[in-house]
């Protein structure tokens, strides 16, 4: 791990952060679409964002990352405005804050979501984030285990990722192939907001054709995304 904050910190950061965005846009802006998540809008992204929080906290695990379990996160608070979703999610913030700093994964991974998110509000808005930052190596930390454990899951040579100082395997040995980039990138890439070609043309030694397929674990976009 990079020299950092804690993954508690970090997130925290960034729920303050996104809370102020979210704090400062108008109710025609809260129903802007999402590009990055066609089927919601900016209230819905924050909804769930918020619903994570709200269902680790109640253990409400069952079915994680599937689409009903999204779904239910954004459809439990339609009747909420943007405001009300913030005020919900400072509410859940010392118990989020407290389970975090006893099991640091939960951040981590929360966060890695939330990052990339952040990111595609910001677009939506005609806005452009800062990418060198805390969140955005923290989610990285996520997602490049994450590309790895896919690609040895689908029994394709070993591939190494490397972002700077951080590097990730996917195997022992020698790699069959290298992506290189920066956290930014590479996050973006890891978490279907780059398509199959802008992966492709990224910084490969080796042959990036194999591991296309296994890039994102929800897919890619079929256009180039400009964030």
């Not at 989610?139 to 972002?163: D, I, S, T």
């Not at 996917?170 to 398509?195: C, I, Y």
């Not at 043309?201 to 929800?218: L, Q």
């Amino acid at each position: 791990m990079m020299n950092r904050p804690p993954n508690t910190e970090v997130y925290a950061d960034l729920r303050t952060e996104m809370i102020a965005v979210g704090r400062s846009l108008t109710a025609v802006e809260s129903e802007l679409n999402v590009p990055q998540s066609p089927a919601w809008r900016i209230r819905d992204v924050f909804a769930h964002v918020v619903g994570i929080v709200d269902d680790i906290l109640t253990d409400n695990l069952a079915g994680i990352g599937a689409d009903s379990w999204t779904a239910s996160q954004v459809s439990s608070r339609a009747a909420k405005t943007l405001d009300q979703i913030c005020d919900e999610w400072w509410a859940l913030a010392p118990g989020f804050d407290a389970l975090g700093k006893v099991n640091p994964v939960m951040p981590m991974r929360a966060g890695a979501d939330l990052v990339t998110h952040y990111h595609d509000i910001l677009f939506a808005l005609g806005q452009r984030g800062a990418r060198d930052t805390a969140a955005v190596r923290m989610g990285l930390e996520r997602y490049g285990p994450f590309f790895c454990e896919r690609a040895n899951l689908a029994g394709l040579p070993v591939v190494r990722v490397v972002a700077g100082p951080q590097v990730w395997q996917s195997g022992d040995g020698e790699p069959a192939a290298v992506l290189m980039g920066s956290p930014f990138d590479l996050l973006r890439a890891f978490s279907g907001r780059r398509s199959a070609a802008q992966i492709m043309s990224m910084e490969w030694a080796g042959d990036a054709e194999p591991y296309i397929v296994v890039a994102s674990p929800y897919g890619l976009p079929p256009e180039a995304v400009a964030e």
